[in-house]
């Protein structure tokens, strides 16, 4: 069994940010439950644009406010607490926060740890024994 709070996170070296965003890596690879779990908060004004081509990913809003765009229907979606959205087709999207958002995000491969967005707004496909570059 694994127990684990956001409190633990940061000493475990679970813990990345870059501009606009901070993930919280509850559950990641070598957890060993084939998918990695994130508690991540996206800044108010923050505007993301990402693609994560290597991984699926669902994505539940518990707090604020914002939209997700859908680059291939520019279809624009709000997204607000009891929201859900997954790119099940690996999908370009951009997020914006209208209001600071708290998102419970699931990938599919799981995340070794470390990852950041490229500059395509995609996180690179790695395994535990593969180094990281992170980038923004």
Not at 8 to 24: F, H, I, Y
Not at 33 to 41: E, N
Not at 62 to 70: K, R
Request: with cysteine; net charge negative.
């Amino acid at each position: 069994m694994i127990v684990r709070s956001l409190n633990d996170l940061q000493d475990m070296g679970r813990v990345v940010s870059a501009e606009g965003w901070t993930s919280q890596r509850l559950l990641l690879q070598e957890d060993g439950m084939g998918f990695s779990m994130h508690d991540t908060i996206i800044e108010a004004g923050a505007v993301l644009e990402m693609h994560y081509k290597n991984h699926l990913e669902a994505v539940y809003c518990v707090e604020g406010e914002g939209n997700v765009f859908s680059v291939l229907t520019e279809t624009n979606f709000p997204i607000q607490a009891g929201t859900i959205y997954a790119l099940d087709q690996n999908d370009k999207h951009v997020l914006t926060a209208t209001k600071t958002m708290r998102m419970i995000c699931v990938f599919n491969p799981p995340l070794v740890g470390p990852e950041s967005h490229d500059d395509e707004g995609a996180y690179p496909l790695l395994t535990a024994a593969t180094p990281c570059e992170a980038s923004v």
